[in-house]
């Protein structure tokens, strides 16, 4: 007996045994020829939004532009597009004036404050003896104390324009000055993009790089206002990448291009297979109806216009009508006369259903 006959006895014996509540027993051997398995239900409490486009974005406390600290040249870049780095790490070196102009200052300051404080020193000891009045030492402890003031300040500009700590404490004790002036990385990270090229003159504020620390992603992901449903900060959010994320914000302004409300997720696990600025699907958690169930989206098909299984009885399969809630990627959350651990057809569902088909003709 051949294949194509085999298949027509199979057929002439489910449809004998198909009945008004559209079921059909078939045997072991039949199941095997029809090549049907099944799947158990799920719940399918919370269910998962279709697929929205998303953006990855560096969370702002992470991200940093580095700027010219001076007017200047830049004398060489010393990092690129893509590279990692450390706080601290020199990024490019400038050559500045205005570096000298600051050193200079810095060094004016600290010579008049040494200056001053000999002075208050001496007036000190002069009015212990009583020599000068008390006006004349007031004067000089605020002098001193003007200068004092004066050497920090420009102190901390030269800290502000990059100069280390250590470097500023050199140039205390041996009065070199310089010109060269090395940016360094504010975070640890990687580089986004470089905006400045070797040889360039920028002005003060002019951008270098773009910095970010990338162990922590924002996925932003604009939702329209009638799918919100209960979506707030805590939901789960599923990304293509097979990653997931949490919802840490739901933005409360719709916005005008798509009608959409700006959800943005946070994402620290697998960060390192996405892209600052790339376009991604994101499927939101959802909360369902509490007797709704999840199954494979294979044991769904449409007989006579209806949504339909065939769950797997002890007598045989049966046809049972199903709402259809949602729709996952390879799941629909569905409602009707189903019970935790039915077993529904995921693969053979076709010639079940031409079997019934046919013996309802």
């Excluded at 006895?9 to 449809?15: D, G, H, K, Q, R």
């Excluded at 559209?22 to 719940?43: L, M, N, S």
């Excluded at 329209?224 to 990304?239: C, K, R, T």
């Excluded at 959409?260 to 939101?284: C, D, H, N, Y």
Aim: proline share 4%.
């Amino acid at each position: 007996m051949n294949k194509r006959l085999l298949t027509i006895v199979l057929l002439s014996a489910l449809c004998a045994g198909a009945n008004a509540a559209q079921k059909a027993t078939i045997d072991e051997a039949q199941r095997a020829a029809f090549g049907i398995e099944t799947a158990a239900v799920e719940p399918g409490q919370s269910a998962l939004s279709k697929p929205y486009p998303a953006k990855v974005a560096v969370p702002n406390a992470q991200h940093r532009v580095v700027s010219a600290p001076l007017d200047g040249v830049v004398e060489s870049l010393l990092v690129a597009e893509g590279e990692s780095v450390k706080a601290g790490q020199p990024l490019a070196r400038m050559r500045s004036q205005g570096l000298l102009d600051l050193q200079a200052a810095f060094l004016e300051s600290r010579t008049r404050r040494l200056l001053s404080g000999e002075t208050l020193a001496r007036d000190n000891q002069l009015f212990k003896e009583g020599i000068v009045a008390r006006r004349r030492l007031l004067e000089s402890q605020s002098a001193h104390r003007e200068m004092v003031t004066a050497e920090a300040r420009n102190r901390q500009a030269l800290v502000l324009a990059g100069m280390p700590e250590a470097a500023i404490d050199t140039l205390a004790k041996t009065q070199d000055l310089t010109t060269t002036l090395d940016v360094t990385a504010p975070l640890d990270g990687a580089v986004l993009e470089q905006l400045a090229t070797a040889g360039q003159r920028l002005a003060a504020s002019d951008p270098l790089y773009r910095v970010g620390d990338l162990s922590t992603l924002w996925i932003e992901v604009h939702v329209p206002l009638e799918a919100l449903g209960e979506v707030g900060p805590g939901s789960d959010v599923q990304l293509s990448q097979g990653l997931s994320a949490k919802v840490i914000t739901v933005g409360r302004m719709v916005h005008g291009t798509d009608q959409g409300v700006l959800v943005r997720a946070e994402v620290s696990q697998g960060t390192e297979s996405l892209r600052p600025g790339q376009f991604i699907e994101a499927r939101l958690a959802q909360t369902a109806d509490v007797h709704a169930l999840r199954v494979s989206a294979k044991a769904l098909l449409r007989i006579d216009g209806v949504d339909q299984l065939f769950v797997e009885r002890a007598d045989g399969y049966e046809a049972v009508p199903v709402e259809v809630i949602n729709r996952e990627a390879d799941a629909v959350i569905v409602k009707g006369e189903l019970s935790l651990g039915d077993k529904v057809v995921v693969s053979g569902t076709v010639a079940l259903k031409a079997a019934l088909a046919a013996g309802a003709e």
